[in-house]
T-cell receptor, first 114, second 112 residues
Framework: GAGVSQSPSNKVTEKGKDVELRCDPI?????LYWYRQSLGQGLEFLIY????????KSGLPSDRFSAERTGGSVSTLTIQRTQQEDSAVYLC????????????FGSGTRLTVV | QQPVQSPQAVILREGEDAVINCSSS?????VHWYRQKHGEAPVFLMI?????EQKGHEKISASFNEKKQQSSLYLTASQLSYSGTYFC?????????????FGKGTHLIIQP
């Protein structure tokens, strides 16, 4: 596609529910990243995929968070048993080649846990 | 360790120049610069790699001092469209497996 697409754009969920966030990167971009941005804050790195594999999952905030990427394309970030502190904008980005080119970010999913 | 950006905020008149600094306590492989407008996604401005290579797609310039672990972004003859929050992201691993560690941002306001 022309850009990085994320869905849903907004999600309001009740505390304790599971949510799934989707990212569709730019076609041909091998690297895919998830970041989290809390209100007025910088971007917090969550996880990186090279192809379908994530070399290091230590950036995920807790074991309630998981992510996968299939077919070297679409990625999903799943948050189980959501908590209020999970409320943030979740941004996905893709890059033509990790470490060499800049990121193209999606518009993000604004998650609100009530 | 999160890089430190300075200044935290700056207000300029259209046409004035600005310098935004990014300093890290860790050795750097690469520095990325992004601009984010309110309610929008960050937009890539420039990547500076160890060894001096630069890649960007806007009329801006930047420096990368590997020894001092610092980078600076230079905005000359600022335009109203330059307003936004500027983030630097540093990558010991080249922004690959380690991702980037972003600073808290510099808020830039350009007034007519």
């Amino acid at each position: 596609g022309a850009g990085v697409s994320q869905s849903p754009s907004n999600k309001v969920t009740e505390k304790g529910k599971d949510v799934e966030l989707r990212c569709d990167p730019i076609s041909g971009h091998t690297a895919l990243y998830w970041y989290r941005q809390s209100l007025g804050q910088g971007l917090e790195f969550l996880i990186y995929f090279q192809g379908n594999s994530a070399p290091d999952k230590s950036g995920l905030p807790s074991d309630r968070f998981s992510a996968e990427r299939t077919g070297g394309s679409v990625s999903t970030l799943t948050i189980q048993r959501t908590q209020q502190e999970d409320s943030a904008v979740y941004l996905c980005a893709s890059s033509l080649e990790a470490g060499v080119y800049g990121y193209t970010f999606g518009s993000g999913t604004r998650l609100t846990v009530v | 360790q999160q890089p430190v950006q300075s200044p935290q905020a700056v207000i300029l008149r259209e046409g004035e120049d600005a310098v935004i600094n990014c300093s890290s306590s860790k050795a750097l492989y690469s520095v990325h610069w992004y601009r984010q407008k309110h309610g929008e996604a960050p937009v890539f401005l420039m990547i500076l790699l160890k060894g001096g290579e630069q890649k960007g797609h806007e009329k801006i310039s930047a420096s990368f001092n590997e020894k001092k672990q610092q980078s600076s972004l230079y905005l000359t003859a600022s335009q109203l469209s330059y307003s936004g929050t500027y983030f630097c992201g540093t990558g010991p691993g080249g922004g690959g497996a380690d991702g980037l560690t972003f600073g808290k941002g510099t808020h830039l306001i350009i007034q007519p």
